[in-house]
């Protein structure tokens, strides 16, 4: 079985409910840090797993927080 790029993101957002998402500054170049909107108020840091440096989900705390 193959997935679709951004299918286990997709699936995240849908779990969540989440109404939309606003794109907020980009944690690395591929990857940018989202914020729900609605009535969900969660920082979201989405990327696949075949890309981002070794550190990148402590970069994205650091800069999501």
């Not at 990327?47 to 402590?58: E, H, T």
């Amino acid at each position: 079985m193959t997935s679709c790029p951004g299918s286990t993101s997709g699936a995240v957002i849908d779990a969540l409910k989440a109404q939309a998402v606003e794109i907020l500054d980009t944690i690395e170049p591929g990857a940018p840090g989202l914020q729900t909107i609605g009535d969900l108020d969660l920082k979201l840091a989405l990327k696949s797993g075949n890309f981002g440096s070794p550190d990148f989900f402590l970069r994205a705390l650091a800069q999501l927080n």
